[in-house]
């Protein structure tokens, strides 16, 4: 009886990979965290980043999880946020990015990255980093620009004051 429980979540588990059974984005998501069996598949890839307007048509208002790629080597920056098209914008003109992608940007140009989507939420209060998690821990983590393991929302936030301006008022 086990063997053929085993058999039919194989089977089931091959389906879902070979996209011949059909299957909602969570449910795949639900089954990276529980087996960690299933690759993550893009949902969506932009391979023409410069493309401004397809962007802000196709990503604003939306939230979700996405992947900027470097092509010829694969290695990617995983992030999450509840306004995509604002925050690729951000990476994109180097504002409040990761540094290894700034560098990584700065050195081949932006004509060398991919934008792939993997989660896709329309509802901005969801809280995307535990689905960020997920995808993070699928790929070796050599292979992400990404500094942590775990995502971590930066949204609330409160940075402390400058070192160097507290210095000035000291004197």
Request: glycine share 4%; hydrophobic share 35%.
């Amino acid at each position: 009886m086990k063997l053929l429980l085993l058999l039919v979540l194989l089977f089931l588990i091959y389906q879902i990979y070979c996209n011949i059974l059909q299957y909602d984005n969570l449910f795949s998501i639900f089954y990276i965290q529980c087996f960690n069996t299933i690759p993550i598949k893009p949902l969506k890839t932009y391979s023409d980043l410069s493309n401004i307007n397809l962007l802000k048509k196709d990503l604003s208002n939306l939230g979700g999880v996405y992947g900027l790629i470097h092509i010829k080597s694969s290695k990617q920056y995983i992030g999450s946020s509840s306004n995509l098209y604002s925050r690729i914008m951000d990476h994109i003109k180097g504002r409040k990015s990761n540094l290894k992608l700034q560098r990584s940007i700065k050195k081949y140009g932006l004509k060398s990255f991919n934008l792939i989507i993997y989660y896709f939420h329309e509802d901005p209060t969801v809280l995307l980093t535990n689905i960020e998690t997920i995808v993070i821990s699928a790929f070796p983590f050599s292979s992400l620009f990404n500094l942590k393991k775990k995502a971590n929302s930066m949204s609330r936030y409160k940075h402390k004051s400058n070192r160097k301006n507290e210095n000035k008022i000291c004197k």
